[in-house]
């Protein structure tokens, strides 16, 4: 039979009480560092010395003096209440601080989450970093891994979960080969980038209004990733999502030349466990990532491509001298 824990512990309250009244030699000094009354002090210390059976003080008139046992215990006392502080502190830095490991796709680690990492280390120096990419989805439970960033419907029960951003698939391409581009019909005369089926790209030329069209040539690609940097490179036309193509819209090495968009059901989502969710550092990284994405569809708006701002503008003049002229009408 396993046997109980026998240490005989006095309650933490009082060992603090006679802790700092032995410090300062003082129950009203004592008082003012805890926070409370002299009376509680000297009620806490009185109760320490009948439990244990040994008198820490000599109260003579207005004086107080500690006894030689007195002197003896609060060694040990401040040691072990110096081990508790310094174990609490360690433990609480660990929430805060040191190592996080992060786990998302290798797409959105190679062309969303690397390119920030300084950013993060600046406003976060106390937190390092540790990316996983990976394919799956991780377990929490079996994995050593305190974050996740994942792509889906956001469906995950038993996770906390919080959307990163909204999702819209896009046709990109480099600026020069924008130059070349017209009208939406005009990218069946460039190479079409594929990424892992065909089929995405006759929904976008559907929802632009071309019709009757074989959009069948151009390489396939399995990673979003390498579909991105070869259209960056000058290699075709893609499809691309939102938050993957951001940073290179951002810095203008692509371009969107039509402003047709297709809203995409699945996004990007940061996944964690319920339990631990709201440790200091996993919300650090978190709230750092939302406001990442909130930059990222602010600056996207100002720079997301001068072609599809002008489109936009002859669009609505356009429309506004079809107006002007259905109004004469009216009026003749």
């Given at each position: 039979m396993?046997r109980?824990?026998t240490r005989?512990l006095?309650?933490?309250s009082?060992l603090?009480?006679?802790e ?5 030699v ?5 008082a003012?560092?805890?926070?409370v009354?002299?009376?509680?002090v ?6 320490l010395?009948s439990?244990?059976?040994?008198k820490?003080?000599?109260?003579e008139r ?10 003896e ?8 209440l110096?081990?508790i ?10 929430q805060?601080?040191g190592m996080?490991t992060?786990s998302?796709?290798?797409?959105f ?11 993060f280390?600046?406003?976060?120096p ?5 990316v996983?990419?990976t394919m ?5 439970a079996s994995?050593?891994?305190d974050i ?5 419907d ?5 996770l906390?979960?919080?959307r990163?951003?909204?999702?819209h698939?896009?046709a ?6 924008a130059?070349?581009?017209?009208r ?8 079409l980038?594929h990424?892992e089926?065909?089929a ?5 030329l559907?929802?632009a209004?071309?019709?009757?069209t074989d ?18 490179d ?6 691309a999502?939102?938050?993957l ?5 951002i ?7 039509f402003?047709?968009?297709l ?8 996944v ?6 709201s ?10 990532l ?5 930059d ?6 100002v720079?997301v491509s001068?072609?599809?701002r002008?489109r936009r503008e002859a ?15 009216a009026?003749g």
């Open positions: 396993e109980g824990d005989r006095p309650q933490l009082a603090r009480a006679f700092a009244a032995a410090r300062h003082s129950f009203t000094r004592a003012e560092e805890l926070s009354t002299q009376g509680a000297s009620h806490q210390v009185k109760a010395e439990e244990l059976g040994v820490f003080f000599n109260r207005q004086r107080l003096s500690i006894t030689q046992a007195g002197r215990y609060l060694a040990v006392v401040r040691d072990a110096d081990r502080a310094n174990g609490t502190q360690r433990l609480v830095q660990r805060s601080s996080l992060v998302t796709s290798p797409d680690a190679a062309k969303w989450l690397v390119h920030r990492l300084g950013r280390a600046e406003v976060h106390e937190i390092d970093l540790r996983s990419a799956h989805h991780v377990d929490f994995e050593d891994v996740a960033v994942r792509h889906g956001g469906h995950w029960p038993g906390h979960v919080t990163l951003c909204s999702e698939l896009f990109v391409c480099s600026p020069t080969l130059s070349k581009l017209g939406p019909s005009d990218v069946l005369k460039l190479p980038l990424l089926e065909r995405a790209w006759f929904a976008w559907d929802a209004g071309v019709s009757g959009a069948i040539h151009g390489p396939i690609l399995n990673r979003a990733s390498m579909l991105i940097d070869a259209a960056v000058g290699q075709g036309v893609a499809l999502r939102t938050t193509a951001a940073w290179d819209l810095n203008r090495r692509l371009v969107r030349p402003p047709v968009a809203p995409l059901s699945k996004s990007y989502w940061i964690s466990p319920k339990a631990t969710a440790l200091p550092k996993l919300v650090a990284f978190r709230e750092w939302l406001a990442q994405a909130n990222d569809t602010r600056r996207l708006d720079v001068p072609p599809v002008q669009g609505r003049k356009i429309t506004s001298r079809a107006s002007a002229r259905a109004r004469n009408k009026g």
